[in-house]
């Protein structure tokens, strides 16, 4: 069965904190995504890559930073956290496959709280 | 640059009525897949149908079907005879380019 994993459901993080989110998959997977998702505003895409080592700034890349050293890790890092980065993060994957691109699969969420 | 709108922020109607979700997108490829997912109230994200740009055939599964017109970058979504579970959040989505970009949702209400 696909699985994509985040590594925490709830996070309070510290103002000023660095903070790591992490997003295995294990479906060998070429493309990883992060989202942030607040209400009315749907699913905004942060970073994005498409290979190992190789990352994307999606359309909300300021004040995240962005690590996948392995085909299957993708990691989101919040360099100095704070309060307005408050909100639901969302991991996904999706695969180049013989009939194109496949949907993305997601992870369950991260609820992250910045104090 | 790639963009996906859906205008409509909230619809309500009441069981039974066909309710149909609006999708806009823009894009400068040629090649690119639209999606539909559904967020329910428990949260998770539920894939509903993808298409390619080179198959305009719409297409219907149960109540659910999709007009997708590359003439005016549509790609709209229509529930048949609504029921109470439909209620959810629901998404458009665009790829290309390894991007994949949402829509920021249409909330849909179904009263019973």
């Known amino acids: 069965d696909v699985k994509v994993t985040q590594s925490s459901r709830y996070l309070v993080k510290r103002t000023g904190e660095k903070v790591f989110l992490e997003c295995v998959q294990d479906?060998?997977?070429?493309?990883m995504f992060w989202y942030r998702q607040d209400p009315g505003l749907g699913l905004r895409l942060i970073y994005f890559s498409y290979d190992v080592k190789m990352k994307e700034k999606g359309d909300i890349p300021e004040g995240y930073s962005v690590s996948r050293e392995k085909k299957e890790r993708f990691s989101l890092i919040l360099e100095s956290a704070s309060t307005n980065q408050t909100s639901m993060y969302l991991c996904?994957?999706?695969?180049?496959?013989?009939?194109?691109?496949?949907?993305?699969?997601f992870g369950q969420g991260t609820r992250l709280t910045v104090v | 640059a790639q963009k996906v709108t859906q205008a409509q922020t909230e619809i309500s109607v009441v069981e039974k009525e066909d309710v149909t979700l609006d999708c806009v997108y823009e894009t400068r490829d040629t090649t690119y897949y639209l999606f539909w997912y559904k967020q329910p109230p428990s949260g998770e994200l539920v894939f509903l149908i993808r298409?390619?740009?080179?198959?305009?055939q719409n297409e219907i599964s149960g109540r659910y079907s999709w007009n997708f017109q590359k003439s005016t970058s549509s790609f709209n979504f229509t529930i048949t005879a609504s029921q109470v579970v439909d209620s959810a959040v629901y998404f458009c989505?665009?790829?290309?380019?390894?991007?994949?970009?949402f829509g920021a949702g249409t909330t849909v209400t179904v009263r019973a």
């Open positions: 989505a665009l790829f290309n380019d390894y991007k994949l970009s």
């Open positions: 996904a994957s999706s695969f180049p496959g013989q009939g194109g691109n496949t949907e993305a699969f």
């Open positions: 298409r390619n740009s080179f198959d305009e």
């Open positions: 479906m060998d997977h070429e493309n």
